[in-house]
């Protein structure tokens, strides 16, 4: 299965349709975060979505575009620390965030963990360094093969610039 994993990756690295195909994690998800909504979403109107990018092969990483509530930025999912990537699902991969909120622009750091148990679900939890050292747990669901317009290179340097450029040109759909 691994190596039919990873040729199915290698002939759909470029891929950015939205067709229904689940063969992979890669695409868009939406999380549901209680704590985070109790705190930034009181009317619980607002879509946790991450847009995860497929592996280029330069970076021992995912990159992830993402909108939570009152949070925009780039994730960095460990991936090569998993050596056998075609079989990810029960495994916890961890991942450090940077962002920018959205309405006072200021910046915001975090990591996490998140486990996948399909294709199309997982679960796990998100910190927020600046506001409390709390786990929010979360579970998501993938909606759609579409990955964020944000190219990988352009997720690489975001990553690396928000600390420095709070205002970071977000194009979001």
């Known amino acids: ?41 009181e009317d619980q109107e607002q879509t946790i979505v991450w847009k995860i990018h497929r592996p280029d092969g330069k970076d021992k990483c995912l990159w992830v575009v993402f909108h939570q509530v009152c949070v925009e930025g780039i994730i960095s999912i460990g ?12 495994k916890e991969l961890r991942f450090t965030w940077s962002g920018c909120e959205t309405g006072e622009n200021y910046h915001n750091v975090g990591h996490g963990v998140i486990t996948f148990s399909s294709f199309t679900e997982c679960a796990g939890y998100i910190v927020c360094s600046d506001i409390s050292s709390e786990k929010w747990e979360f579970t998501g669901r993938k909606v759609s093969n579409q990955v964020s317009n944000i190219p990988v290179e352009r997720c690489r340097k975001l990553y690396q610039q928000i600390p420095h450029h709070p205002k970071a040109p977000w194009n979001w759909y």
């Open 79 to 90: 991936w090569v620390d998993n050596p056998d990537n075609g079989q990810i699902f029960g």
């Open 1 to 41: 299965m691994e190596l039919a994993h990873k040729k199915y990756m290698e002939n759909h690295r470029n891929d950015n349709s939205d067709s229904n195909d689940t063969e992979d994690i890669f695409g868009t998800w939406h999380f549901d975060c209680p704590e985070s909504a109790d705190i930034w979403d």
